[in-house]
């Protein structure tokens, strides 16, 4: 029964969101049927900032209210509610996580910070886990090939972290928390504007013994945010987030204790951008960036190597404008520039092949868009140099059909590429110089139901085919290119915000295959629901989630040559509550895997049982 017990959770939130809806429709009869219903806006999916209605792509976006709601400390728990994602974590909080958006891995999913590209090009993924939820407002997740507006490493999507700026008074916060685990976290911000000028800083401490020896995370975090309007037509802003984090290992292979093992991790990113609008043809914004990753990883007890340390340094620079040709038609023509360089070393020195490994690519990107009161057609493309692999181009088409004023009905068709990366090509004992490119071409259909104002219902099938996927033969280690695989899945998510109360949930049901080897692609669960319920007065609120996830196939590396097994499937109820003493002083508490289910998400790395967190808010001149 526990494979059909994903889909019963998504059942479960569809009826009490059916029964919200209802009442609403009951109690609300004054209500302007004509009013406008308000939705969240985007500026990921088109590079533009548009309402989610007028989207022709699969979206999500997280809203600080939820983040605040749920008391999620890290995006990544924030991420496990969105359809067609699967978080899978190694362990205990700040451990290697990887994202799995509609089959692809973590590497084929760009991760931007205020627009700035955070994937590591050493390897391609984002330390994901170290990023905290400080200072943020929302987070966008577009789902499906973003090659032809973003290039590389965004073939299976894009999540654009975006965090706050300052509003018109002075905020001051400070926070304490503690919990199981000797966990302590310690927070203090600021934002404001002044004038012309906005700003926004915020500063956390995060320490946890873990569950094990030497399962240790230690962590310091800062952002800041700043803007100027120079006039009513050009604005600048400066974005900076810092972190550095250290953990301890306690597992190297099928649960075998490693006392010694660690890993320090260092990001630096810094972002500019420079917005000028005068006229409907002239909507230019220039972006430069900086990127700066340090990892160290130290083990006197390996047999492969006792460190393992890299530095890389991404560049980026933008040029963008939007020409409005008419009230339904929008022309966005953009050029970037990427330039990488990597470094490393491991215990006998520099690493040769990688100790100065550079690369460069020049993008530029086209895409029209149309839109009537029925009909939105989006066309574009982008052609790509790598200093590499050399030249590519990837289309996408999408379009959408409003029957209604509540109804949207959509489809896209579109191509991706990631090249490898220094790690696949060239890291000892796994690299492989002879690796080709990434390649997929991906369909997509969807139907999208507004009901009433805050509510949501979205359907959506999706294929994507891969070419030359890259992955490692568990036996050798070795990278190499699975000539064919395959993803398909279908997605349903539903929300709604009525009065004091919020729903939502979501189902996923995922089908990949490597068409050479005849299975699973490995760690992606075929069912994923979550369901959530949370209620909220003007002095307290409270709240419970429940995610589902069912068996994996994984790999086996307690026998050799590894097995491959499936990971069972879990079930975690997570429950947190607020109150308000006064305006000034906020009490927090949650209860993590209310239920002490025993599972891991990555297998033998076992997850955290039940936890128990509280914390005190401090809030001043009028800050919530």
């Not at 998504?10 to 029964?19: G, T, Y």
């Not at 068996?551 to 499936?566: A, G, H, I, M, Y």
Request: charged share 20%; glycine share 8%; hydrophobic share 35%.
């Amino acid at each position: 029964m526990r494979r059909f017990f994903a889909f019963t959770l998504f059942l479960i939130s569809i009826s009490l969101n059916f029964a919200v809806f209802s009442f609403a429709q009951d109690n609300d009869q004054t209500k302007d049927p004509n009013q406008e219903i308000k939705y969240d806006i985007s500026v990921t999916a088109d590079r533009l900032q548009e309402s989610l209605k007028d989207k022709t792509d699969s979206i999500t976006v997280i809203t600080r209210d939820q983040i605040e709601r749920q008391q999620w400390r890290y995006v990544t728990d924030a991420l496990r509610e969105v359809p067609g994602l699967a978080v899978v974590q190694s362990g205990s909080p700040g451990k290697t996580t990887s994202l799995f958006l509609r089959g692809g891995n973590s590497e084929q999913v760009l991760v931007l910070i205020d627009g700035v590209q955070i994937n590591d090009p050493f390897f391609g993924g984002v330390e994901i886990e170290d990023v905290t939820t400080d200072n943020i407002e929302r987070i966008e997740i577009v789902r499906g090939p973003q090659s032809p507006l973003y290039g590389s490493d965004a073939i299976a999507g894009v999540i654009n972290i975006i965090t706050r700026t300052g509003s018109r008074d002075t905020q001051m916060n400070a926070s304490f928390e503690g919990g199981t685990f000797e966990t302590f976290r310690e927070k203090a911000g600021i934002s404001g504007s002044k004038e012309k000028a906005t700003y926004a800083l915020t500063y956390s401490r995060n320490d946890s013994k873990g569950q094990f020896d030497n399962d240790e995370f230690r962590q310091n975090n800062v952002s800041a945010n700043a803007g100027y309007s120079f006039s009513n037509t050009t604005e600048l802003s400066v974005n900076a987030r810092v972190h550095d984090s250290h953990i301890g290992i306690p597992f190297s292979f099928a649960d075998t204790p490693s006392p010694f093992r660690n890993q320090d991790t260092q990001m630096t990113v810094i972002g500019t951008s420079l917005q000028h609008s005068s006229g409907d043809y002239l909507n230019l914004k220039s972006r430069f960036s900086f990127t700066h990753l340090d990892f160290l990883f130290e083990d006197p007890q390996d047999s492969f190597s006792t460190l393992s340390k890299h530095k890389s340094k991404t560049f980026q620079a933008g040029l963008q404008n939007d020409f409005q040709i008419s009230s339904a038609d929008a022309l966005t023509i953009g050029y970037e520039f990427e330039g990488q360089q990597i470094d490393a070393s491991d215990a006998t020195g520099p690493i040769p092949v990688l100790d100065g490994f550079d690369t460069t690519v020049h993008g530029i990107y086209a895409q029209n868009k149309f839109e009537s009161e029925q009909w939105i057609l989006t066309a574009g493309f982008r052609f790509d140099h790598h200093s590499t692999f050399g030249s590519t181009v990837n289309p996408r088409i999408s379009i959408a059909y409003r029957p209604h004023r509540e109804w949207k009905i959509r489809g896209s068709f579109g191509t991706g590429f990631r090249a490898p990366t220094a790690g696949d090509l060239a890291f000892p004992f796994y690299g492989n110089p002879n690796l080709d490119p990434e390649k997929s071409k991906s369909w997509e259909f969807g139907i999208d139901h507004y009901w009433a104002e805050h509510a949501l219902f979205c359907a959506s099938y999706f294929r994507n085919d891969y070419e030359d996927l890259i992955t490692f033969d568990p036996n050798t280690f070795i990278a190499g290119n699975v000539a064919k695989a395959k993803s398909q899945g279908l997605e349903l998510s539903q929300s709604v915000d009525q009065g004091n109360w919020h729903f939502s949930g979501a189902y996923t049901f995922l089908d990949t295959k490597d068409e050479i080897e005849k299975h699973q692609l490995f760690r992606r669960p075929r069912h994923t629901a979550s369901a959530t319920i949370a209620y909220e007065r003007n002095k307290w609120g409270t709240s419970l989630r429940v995610l589902a996830v069912g068996k994996r196939l994984e790999s086996d590396f307690s026998t050799f040559p590894s097995q491959n097994v499936f990971n069972p499937g879990y079930a975690k109820v997570d429950l947190a509550g607020h109150y308000r003493l006064n305006p000034w002083l906020k009490l927090h508490g949650r209860i993590e895997n209310l239920l002490d289910d025993q599972y891991s998400e990555a297998l033998s790395f076992p997850a955290p049982g039940i936890a128990v967190y509280g914390s005190v808010e401090f809030v001043f001149n009028g800050a919530r």
